[in-house]
């Protein structure tokens, strides 16, 4: 990879758990290209803020945020993300013409980052672009908000990328995979020896991992109809707490042998997931790491991944869970055997850091 003068100035804005990690794998990749000094500013939107979870999360990513917006409402998603734009705008007075903004995924702090570079004339990267997820019309709303806002995108799969050029996409468009990869799997969490191809060495074959925390999901008779079908099947279910459904799931749980935990540190969750056998969750990041780890997932009643689901790498289960006795078949006629991941591109890592490095260079 080409080595090129540092930039001036990036500003990383993230607000959510796979923006965060999103965000640390970048500081990775940035700081692993060459030992020379950068100036990057890190702003944590804290759309989603605990204090001890994200507090923990940060120190386990290494990841320091420079500035931690705080809202004066947390009432509705449209009251943080009014909240968060109207900060950006404040802050970015201070920010030099040349700043160059990076905005991950598609949750709301991406559209709050990539309107203020917008606004601000900024250039803007868009790590994870073109993705369309399915049954995610905000997401997909804001995803495509930013593309067309975007100098450069950083695609994680081919499909992503040819969305993104019958869109009509003028920027520079770089596959690279998924940017957590190599930070992932060398700095963070090594799989034990055969995960990466799909052999299930050390997993329980009937230990199931789930978390559930989306409010569309918070309901009692949803998740003890959940747990009584996973354990009518057979399976041993290891519940993982988060703090919006801790005293739910109690409940729903209430007189079942089920094993809860409470909220992990993120090498935690990853050891959890290389135990099991697969997830189950709503959460966009853990289905993720779960097939970085090699474990299939089910995704309960939330948008998933066109890539993922494509590549038969995850299945969605609605919100009656109709589905969910066909959803476990599948992942137990896999035997282990995932299918290859789409987002992993011999490279693209490089090259999109090189592109990267590059417009924000430019004069």
């Known amino acids: 990879m080409t080595r090129r003068p540092f930039p001036a100035h990036l500003v990383l804005i993230c607000g959510v758990r796979p923006q965060y990690i999103k965000a640390a794998a970048l500081q990775y990749e940035l700081q692993r290209c060459s030992a020379a000094p950068f100036t990057t500013t890190i702003i944590d939107t804290a759309q989603h803020f605990s204090p001890p979870m994200n507090d923990l999360l940060m120190r386990e990513i ?24 109207s900060q950006l705008g404040n802050l970015s007075s201070q920010w030099p ?20 570079a917008k606004l601000n004339g900024f250039r803007l990267v868009h790590v994870e672009a073109g993705e369309r997820r399915i049954g995610g019309e905000q997401e997909s709303f804001n995803s495509r908000a930013a593309d067309l806002a975007a100098d450069l995108a950083f695609c994680v799969s081919a499909s992503a990328a040819e ?4 869109e009509g996409f003028t920027g520079q468009l770089v596959r690279t995979g998924d940017l957590a990869a190599r930070w992932f799997t060398h700095m963070i969490a090594p799989p034990p020896a055969g995960d990466r191809t799909g052999d299930r060495t050390g997993a329980d074959a009937n230990r199931v991992m789930v978390t559930l925390h989306r409010p ?3 309901n009692i008779g949803t998740m003890r ?32 042998p089920v094993v809860l935990h409470e909220p992990m540190g993120f090498r935690q969750v990853l050891r959890a997931l290389s135990d099991a056998a697969f997830l189950v969750s709503d959460s966009g990041g853990l289905i993720r790491e779960a097939h970085l780890l090699g474990r299939p997932a089910l ?5 998933v991944w066109t890539d993922l689901h494509d590549a ?5 289960v609605g919100p009656d869970l109709s589905d969910l006795d066909a959803g476990i078949a599948w992942v137990e006629q896999l035997r282990g055997a995932l299918p290859p991941s789409p987002l992993m591109v011999p490279g693209g890592i490089d090259e999109g850091i090189d592109a990267l490095l590059t417009l924000a260079n430019r004069p």
């Open 225 to 256: 109809q959940l747990l009584t079908r996973l354990l009518d099947r057979g399976k041993t279910v290891h519940w993982i707490l988060h703090p919006r459904s801790a005293a739910m799931v109690r409940r729903a749980s209430k007189e079942l």
């Open 97 to 116: 013409l040349t700043t160059t903004v990076v905005v991950f995924g598609d949750a709301n702090p991406m559209l709050a980052g990539a309107l203020t």
């Open 62 to 85: 290494g990841l320091e945020p420079t500035i931690r917006l705080r809202h004066p409402s947390r009432s509705s998603p449209a009251e943080v993300l009014g909240s968060t734009v």
């Open 163 to 166: 969305a993104l050029r019958a």
């Open 216 to 218: 569309e999901n918070m």
């Open 312 to 316: 038969g790498l995850i299945r969605h």
């Open 299 to 303: 995704a309960v009643n939330t948008a």
